[in-house]
């Protein structure tokens, strides 16, 4: 079965930091992976996905993230934060389940923009 | 077009009591899936459905967990007995296809037991 670590649980920045959220999963086959956010009061979102083509993928709100197969990581960044980053962010691999593609998440970090 | 739909948002009940959430997919979307994320840890799988068949209920954690789908439309899981452990956020999502495209989700469920 598929597993994914996030290394980071909490996380404070200042405005204008960069920012690098760490993800890693545990799977033999082909995944799809994903970083959903959570703003607080709001719904899970999907931040951005990459499923195959340039590893180096670009989300919403300035976002990206790298798939290094060799290193089954899909770290998340963003050059500088703000404070409507402030937020809870999740990494997600889907792998096949049953002829279904099933999702899996990480434990999730809690980012804190400091104005 | 309407997101997913749950409801209620938020709901404090007693141990031994029952409580039912509900959760409305997007129109059209065959697949629905039901996640809890408990205080702190990872959110987690409970059950899949696609329309009104449950193609995978490995996550549920025991038999006070009953979920449903009417007419392949919206979902119910319904927790009878509740237990303190039951408390968390409860996260319905819906996907079209066979799901590797990523889910939208619900804004969730909170339930506290108390």
């Known amino acids: 079965a598929q597993s994914v670590s996030q290394h980071n649980h909490h996380v404070i920045l200042s405005e204008a930091a960069s920012l690098e959220l760490g993800c890693n999963y545990s799977y033999g086959g082909t995944v799809n992976l994903f970083w959903y956010v959570q703003y607080p009061g709001q719904h899970l979102q999907l931040l951005l996905k990459?499923?195959?083509?340039?590893?180096l993928v670009k989300g919403i709100k300035g976002f990206e993230a790298e798939f290094i197969k060799s290193k089954f990581s899909f770290n998340l960044r963003k050059p500088s934060v703000q404070w409507s980053d402030t937020a809870e962010y999740f990494c997600a691999v889907t792998a096949y389940s049953g002829g279904y593609q099933k999702v899996t998440f990480g434990t999730g970090t809690k980012l804190q923009v400091i104005p | 077009e309407a997101g997913v739909t749950q409801f209620p948002s938020h709901s404090v009940i007693e141990k031994g009591q029952t409580v039912t959430l509900r959760c409305d997919p997007i129109?059209?979307?065959?697949?629905l899936y039901w996640y809890r994320r408990v205080m702190g840890k990872e959110i987690k799988f409970l059950l899949h459905f696609v329309k009104e068949s449950k193609q995978d209920e490995s996550g549920m954690p025991n038999n006070r967990f009953l979920a449903e789908r009417t007419g392949g439309t919206y979902s119910t899981l319904k927790v009878q007995p509740a237990e303190l452990e039951d408390s968390g956020v409860y996260f319905c999502?819906?996907?079209?296809?066979?799901?590797?495209?990523?889910?939208?989700f619900g804004s969730g469920t909170r339930l506290t037991v108390v």
């Open positions: 999502a819906s996907s079209q296809g066979r799901g590797g495209y990523g889910y939208t």
């Open positions: 990459y499923f195959s083509g340039d590893p």
């Open positions: 129109s059209g979307h065959d697949n």
